[in-house]
């Protein structure tokens, strides 16, 4: 027997949905202004099982942020810093490999490396920092620099975005995370952070290093002072560009860490908007394979929830967290890798542990394979 939904507006989209075709813009925004949010999560778990089953993906992963330092001050952000700032740090190039070895035990497969747009280091001095990395950890995956300090690099290098690409995956970047993109809709991203390259930089970016072969993931910040067409604008731009290039890997919607940002007076996200987002993500993106529910952000509890809404992934141990936790973020920094399984597990899924690109890792005691 059909369960019926408490909306009939929602009925339309589930016949879309049930014979997997595409959903429109307009579809979007009515899945954001329902409140039948089980229904929305119901359609959404039923794509999210078409694709991935019961399995829940998981990696081993360590953050490193090697500066705070940004030129652009965007109101949204609480991490980054004036160079001059007694506050601000930038590690030496020898801190951030040493940086890389600390933490936990477990062998990590994978390097996060993003930080502020800092106006005196050079493409040469990333490049060196990859190449380090890469001869003293060969196994590690660096998932390296969001598309605005890509495009950043390449203007103070005066050379183009394509080139520094191509500089920074000789010297070891293995692809990139999916940071910066924060709403596309121009009128927001002005008030939010009018620092930072637009929206049709970003994509452009994002078609350049798809281009090169190289996989990105992909994000939103939502909960700020952005509407439901601000949303779905952005989700549709992120499906056109992967029609076109299939390579982003992951979608994390990223939820609005108001504390100690000029927007402070903005509250923060609610359980339904966290749960919400993930699931029209999954149902919108359509071409976009994994939707991630980022515990750092969501907290463990919800991104538990949230596997039954849409999400088959939950990021990783992480280890030490800088962005979220200056944002006024009450998670612990890190997970171990048990507690990740146990949180799977308890949602009645089966963990997979990945690499960065959704590889199966064999794990033994002190060191781990990815299968191919
Ligand atoms: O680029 C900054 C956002 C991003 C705040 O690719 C804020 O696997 C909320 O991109 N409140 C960094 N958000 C995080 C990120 C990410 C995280 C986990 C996994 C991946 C991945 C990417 O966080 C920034 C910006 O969009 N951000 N400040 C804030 N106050």
Redesign the pocket.
């Known amino acids: 027997m059909q369960v019926l939904f408490e909306d009939p507006h929602l009925n339309p989209i589930r016949q879309k949905v049930e014979a997997g075709e595409r959903l429109s813009f307009e579809d979007g925004v009515t899945l954001y202004r329902t409140h039948d949010i089980l229904a929305v999560g119901y359609l959404a778990n039923l794509v999210r099982e078409r694709l991935h089953g019961n399995t829940t993906y998981f990696n081993v992963n360590r953050h490193i942020n090697p500066t705070d330092v940004c030129v652009a001050s965007c109101r949204?952000?609480?991490?980054g810093k004036r160079v001059r700032d007694p506050k601000a740090y930038t590690m030496s190039i020898e801190e951030v490999w040493q940086r890389a070895g600390e933490g936990y035990t477990e062998a990590v497969t994978e390097f996060?490396i993003?930080g502020g747009l800092h106006p005196e280091l050079t493409l040469d001095w990333y490049c060196e920092m990859l190449r380090g990395l890469k001869t003293r950890f060969p196994h590690v995956h660096l998932?390296a620099f969001?598309m605005?300090e890509i495009a950043y690099l390449a203007r103070r290098t005066k050379i183009g975005v394509r080139e520094t690409l191509e500089r920074l995956r000789d010297a070891g970047m293995d692809s990139l995370?999916?940071?910066?993109?924060?709403i596309f809709a121009p009128a927001v991203r002005r008030i939010i952070c009018d620092h930072k390259i637009d929206g049709d930089d970003w994509i452009e970016t994002a078609r350049a290093a798809h281009q090169l072969g190289l996989r990105s993931?992909c994000?939103m910040?939502y909960g700020h002072i952005e509407n439901d067409a601000d949303r779905v604008d952005h989700l549709v731009k992120l499906r056109a560009l992967q029609d076109e290039t299939g390579g982003f890997v992951?979608f994390?919607p990223?939820?609005?860490?108001?504390d100690n940002?000029p927007l402070q007076h903005i509250g923060k996200t609610t359980g339904f908007a966290d749960i919400r987002n993930i699931a029209v993500a999954r149902l919108m993106l359509d071409n976009i394979p994994h939707i991630?529910a980022?515990w750092?952000?969501m907290t463990p509890r919800m991104a538990q929830i949230a596997l039954r809404f849409g999400a088959d992934d939950i990021?990783g141990t992480i280890v030490e967290e800088r962005?979220?936790h200056d944002?006024g973020a009450t998670t612990s920094q890190g997970l171990r890798r048990a507690e990740l399984l146990q949180l799977i597990r308890k949602a009645g899924r089966t963990p997979v542990e990945r690499d960065t690109l959704y590889r199966p890792v064999q794990r033994t005691e002190t060191a781990f394979t990815v299968l191919v």
Not at 177 to 182: I, K, V
Not at 254 to 258: G, T
């Open positions: 949204l952000c609480a991490f996060h993003v998932k969001t605005v995370p999916g940071g910066g993109a924060e993931n994000t910040l992951t994390i990223l939820a609005f860490h108001p940002t991630k980022y750092v952000m990021d962005i979220y944002a």
